[in-house]
């Protein structure tokens, strides 16, 4: 009944976090000021949840466009960006799915559920792009989408404009660019022209993840064929109600994306001078770490009450490496204590 390679797949899994300093999900850590919780929650009071969502979203999609200086044919929403990766993963021709490893996993898992091949390109020393190298196989395997994150997740790092641009000039599937931590860089390629480019963005790293909206932004053409494989009513009045009204509040997440990268940068500091770690450039809301045993650092992190990413079962260019993503001032500091008392330990 169920399908074979189905059955090989493990439920997506996340880990229990009660009680622990939370750094292992790329989430903001700021709470909503109470001012504007108050506000918001008076905003919602009177939604009709009796009636289905506004399905098209058509006034929510101008405001995203206009803010983007785009038409509102050009934004298609989502839950979450997830499943607008699904979707353009299910709209493009037969043909593999392109992307460097590491990135973002859902790419590859949703590929899988959906039986298309991915062909997936080592990067390089530093985790750079070869786009040269990307473009080849990309030819050979005749892929039909590829996926490139800038910043990429889980490494942190933000590939050149000309590598991204190349490759949107001379790909000839769909690309996707996944600007997940587009509030954390120093720029994006939502300039990128032409009907084979999509972008995506989330309000989720930026202090709404358990709202789930995301959304691309693209040619009418293309978002007006993805959107053909939009689930009915795929965003809740919750989500629409309440990203409607933060966005007239933007400035509060702003700020506080702001805030998170200072404390990217001091955290990035302190690292630097802690014995045996290697502390990746980061122009997202995480920094990936090298350690000298990841397995053993992550669980004493975990016995000292802090949970972070471990990423070393992905072996390759992740090996002994760990995601952490910032946190408030006092939680990454409690974060550095505990990794210099953990390598103090371990190398006695
Ligand atoms: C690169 C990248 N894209 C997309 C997502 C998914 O975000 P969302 O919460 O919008 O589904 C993530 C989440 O970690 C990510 O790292």
């Not at 992550?298 to 946190?327: D, P, S, W, Y």
């Amino acid at each position: 009944m169920i399908r074979n390679d189905i059955k090989q797949l493990a439920a997506y899994h996340v880990p229990e976090a009660n009680g622990l300093i939370k750094l292992d999900a790329m989430e903001n850590p700021y709470p909503l000021p109470d001012a504007i919780r108050d506000e918001w929650v008076d905003h919602i009071r009177d939604l009709n949840i009796n009636r289905y969502p506004d399905a098209e979203m058509g006034e929510l999609r101008h405001v995203i466009a206009d803010r983007e200086g785009l038409q509102a044919d050009q934004v298609l929403l989502g839950n979450g960006s997830d499943e607008i990766i699904q979707m353009a993963l299910m709209v493009v021709d037969q043909g593999p799915c392109a992307i460097p490893k590491p990135t973002f996993t859902m790419y590859e898992t949703i590929s899988r559920w959906l039986k298309r091949p991915v062909a997936s390109v080592p990067l390089e020393k530093g985790f750079s792009l070869n786009a040269d190298a990307f473009l080849r196989v990309c030819a050979r395997e005749k892929a039909a989408i590829a996926f490139l994150a800038c910043p990429n997740n889980p490494t942190g790092n933000m590939w050149p404009r000309s590598s991204i641009q190349q490759i949107a000039d001379n790909f000839r599937g769909l690309l996707v660019i996944d600007e997940a931590y587009h509030p954390f860089a120093n720029d994006s390629y939502v300039d990128f022209p032409g009907a084979n480019v999509v972008v995506l963005r989330t309000y989720s790293k930026l202090g709404m993840a358990g709202l789930r909206v995301g959304y691309a932004l693209g040619h009418p053409k293309v978002i007006a064929e993805i959107n053909k494989v939009r689930l009915p009513y795929n965003m809740n009045s919750l989500g629409q109600a309440s990203i409607h009204f933060f966005l007239e509040h933007f400035h509060i997440f702003e700020e506080q994306a702001k805030k998170i990268c200072q404390e990217r940068n001091r955290l990035a500091d302190a690292l630097v001078r802690v014995d045996g770690v290697e502390a990746y450039p980061s122009q997202a809301n995480f920094i990936l770490l090298r350690v000298p045993d990841a397995n053993a650092i992550f669980n004493a992190l975990k016995q000292r009450g802090i949970l972070i990413k471990n990423m070393h079962a992905a072996g390759g260019l992740l090996e002994n490496c760990l995601r952490v993503t910032i946190g408030m001032p006092e939680e990454n500091n409690r974060f550095v204590v505990a990794l210099k008392e953990i390598i103090g330990e371990t190398d006695k």
